[in-house]
């Protein structure tokens, strides 16, 4: 029993990072608007936080919304970002009674002030929980985030402060916003869509990737523990060999 345990842990993914896909498609294959499949997608966001802590789970990601979601009509935008304040407003204390911390990943630059503000709330309200962090991407995309740390990498250059030469992987990785945590151990995506969408593109070196043709809002507490079980059987390798 205790080796089950064991070896249950030793096959959890630290780091679960997840691509929440197929909002507006679940709801117009229904007959309703697409902003009703993000309001169901909202349902899930809870459940799985939930269950991913209750596995044990230390990091989740969440891509939320992406640098690229700009280009959607604009009364979709703004339902999402009203949704989005009224849920941070609503759930953040539920999260930190459960010792979620709250993390935004994305550029600030960009994000309407109400937004930001309801933002910091919940991140400043949970900053000392240790249960599990909560990454949330919000005006997230990965090349723009690569972008940011060179810029900042080249300024200390230019400062003196860095030789190139010192430059190493882990320094690129000091300047992303996920500095400090552990690369994701598994990609999730639902909704069929076999693609990465500008999503963590460095930190997701080594991830293994797990698709489901399950849209958001089907994605739940099961589903999820399907995919756990799914990543529990894959060998990882690292680019060496199976040690026996
Ligand atoms: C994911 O669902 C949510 C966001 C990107 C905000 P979509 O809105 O992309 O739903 P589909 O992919 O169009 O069905
Ligand atoms: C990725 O989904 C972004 C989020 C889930 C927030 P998209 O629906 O924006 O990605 P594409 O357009 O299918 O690549
Ligand atoms: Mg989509």
Same mark, same amino acid.
């Given at each position: 029993?205790?080796? %089950?345990?064991?070896?249950? *842990? &030793? /096959?959890?993914?630290? /780091?679960? +990072? ?19 499949? /993000?309001?169901?997608?909202? $349902? @899930? ?5 939930? #269950? ?23 009364? &979709? ?14 759930? +953040?204390?539920?999260?930190? $009674?459960?010792?979620? @911390? ?20 919940? #991140? ?20 723009? &985030?690569?972008?940011?740390? =060179?810029?900042?990498? #080249?300024? @200390? ?14 320094? =690129? *990785? ?16 639902? *909704? ?14 080594? +991830?293994?990737?797990?698709?489901? %043709? $399950? ?5 739940? &507490? ?9 990543? #529990? ?8 060999? $199976?040690?026996?």
């Amino acid at each position: 029993m205790e080796k %089950d345990i064991q070896q249950r *842990s &030793e /096959h959890l993914p630290v /780091h679960v +990072a997840i691509i929440m896909d197929g909002n507006g498609r679940w709801a117009m294959e229904r007959g309703m608007p697409r902003t009703q499949g /993000h309001l169901e997608g909202v $349902k @899930r966001v809870e459940e799985i936080i939930k #269950a991913a802590r209750d596995a044990g789970i230390k990091f989740l990601t969440i891509y939320a919304f992406s640098t690229e979601n700009w280009t959607r009509p604009s009364e &979709e935008v703004s339902m999402i970002m009203r949704t989005f304040i009224q849920v941070l407003g609503q759930k +953040a204390r539920d999260l930190d $009674k459960n010792g979620v @911390r709250i993390n935004f990943i994305g550029r600030r630059q960009g994000i309407p002030q109400e937004v930001l503000k309801a933002m910091d709330k919940a #991140a400043l309200l949970t900053r000392d929980n240790a249960g599990m962090t909560l990454n949330i991407a919000f005006n997230y995309g990965a090349r723009g &985030e690569i972008v940011d740390a =060179v810029k900042s990498i #080249a300024q @200390r250059v230019a400062a003196g402060l860095v030789k190139p030469d010192d430059i190493e992987e882990k320094t =690129v *990785s000091s300047f992303l916003y996920t500095k400090d945590q552990p690369d994701p151990d598994l990609l999730i995506r639902t *909704s069929g869509e076999v693609r990465i969408s500008n999503f963590l593109l460095w930190q997701l070196s080594y +991830a293994e990737l797990y698709f489901t %043709d $399950k849209c958001w809002p089907e994605f739940n &507490e099961q589903e999820f523990l399907k995919a756990l079980s799914t990543y #529990a059987q894959r060998e990882r390798r690292w680019g060496g060999v $199976k040690v026996s």
